[in-house]
């Protein structure tokens, strides 16, 4: 058991030390000026709009716990909902496959408010599908409307998509939707029991997950300059697979993962305004809601100690 411990955040150092050393083959011939350059260039009008691209993001991320909590017919209030969906990505974002992550604080802010154990995680399952049916959605969406996408990838990706493959995705969504429409019978894993979510609240997931990686992709796509910018369906395509690789590589962060994959990519543009790009989502989406996170955490924790003492 001591082993199964280490061995995600194993994995995890290990992906962010090998990005590292290809990102620095990547950029080695960046100099920190290109980078402050490319910083500034980016004006206030694209900073105000990847603010907004940031708070849509984390909007629709609160939709993946309010309809968790219709799916399981549950009632938490709208303000603590939200800030424990803020928390809990903020957290998950960043450090990764930790156990201080996701589950734990959505464990102990809903078990609060009366849910079970077993209710928490159908809801850590609703919302990590939820966020996979809009990535497979978008990804569908993207290699139709671009299905040149892949060639970007040609000596990294070891297949390549096609609007066939697109289509395919699709068809995938397709399922889920007709298996709800037709109230399918739930799935049973032993005593465990997964049903289809009522159609209404698939149409919303619908929705509400690709809006969260528009946003997402759109701070990327603001901070970019105009020069060589290859638009925003390909900036998505881009992001869907960076932040993908991310995540399966448990790098806390997705750190070096992230810039590879986006320096690869937009193989067009400079490099120097595609990190500073990546520095500008890194600090909206991810260091700026961590330490918010953190002290929301620390107040929680202070509270429920006070109610003990009580």
Same mark, same amino acid.
């Given at each position: ?43 206030? *009008? ?15 991320? +609160? ?32 450090? @990764? ?6 589950? /734990? ?14 209710? /928490? ?59 709800? +429409?037709? *109230? ?16 209404? $609240?698939?149409? *919303?997931?619908? /929705? ?18 105009? +020069? ?9 395509? $881009? ?16 750190? @070096? ?29 991810? $260091?700026?809601?961590?330490? $918010? ?8 924790? *202070?509270?429920?100690? +006070?109610?003990?003492?009580?």
């Amino acid at each position: 058991m001591k082993v199964k411990k280490y061995i995600w955040p194993v994995i995890g150092l290990a992906a962010v030390g090998f990005s590292v050393w290809l990102l620095y083959h990547e950029l080695r011939g960046l100099s920190l000026d290109e980078l402050w350059d490319s910083l500034m260039a980016i004006s206030a *009008r694209d900073w105000t709009l990847a603010v907004a691209a940031t708070f849509l993001a984390y909007a629709a991320l +609160a939709g993946y716990d309010h309809l968790a909590l219709l799916h399981l017919r549950r009632h938490v209030g709208w303000l603590y909902m939200t800030i424990c969906s803020f928390t809990t990505y903020a957290l998950s974002h960043n450090i @990764g496959a930790s156990v201080f992550s996701g589950s /734990v604080v959505r464990y102990r802010a809903y078990t609060a408010k009366g849910l079970s154990g077993a209710e /928490v995680g159908v809801l850590v399952a609703f919302c990590s599908f939820t966020f996979a049916l809009g990535t497979i959605m978008l990804t569908g969406l993207v290699l139709i409307l671009q299905p040149q996408l892949s060639e970007r990838f040609v000596d990294v990706l070891p297949v390549e998509a096609s609007a066939a493959t697109g289509a395919l995705l699709l068809a995938l969504v397709g399922l889920y939707v007709l298996g709800s +429409a037709l *109230r399918l019978r739930p799935l049973k894993i032993g005593s465990f029991e997964i049903h289809y979510p009522q159609l209404h $609240i698939v149409g *919303r997931q619908l /929705v509400i997950a690709p809006l969260e990686l528009i946003g997402a992709a759109a701070i990327i796509y603001f901070a970019l300059p105009e +020069a060589g910018n290859p638009g925003f369906m390909i900036v998505l395509g $881009i992001f869907l697979i960076s932040f993908s690789a991310a995540l399966l590589s448990h790098a806390p962060g997705g750190l @070096g993962v992230l810039e590879l994959v986006f320096i690869t990519g937009l193989s067009e543009m400079d490099p120097a305004d595609v990190l500073a790009a990546l520095l500008v989502f890194r600090l909206l989406y991810l $260091i700026i809601p961590f330490i $918010i996170a953190l002290f929301v955490v620390l107040g929680f924790e *202070r509270t429920q100690l +006070a109610h003990q003492k009580e």
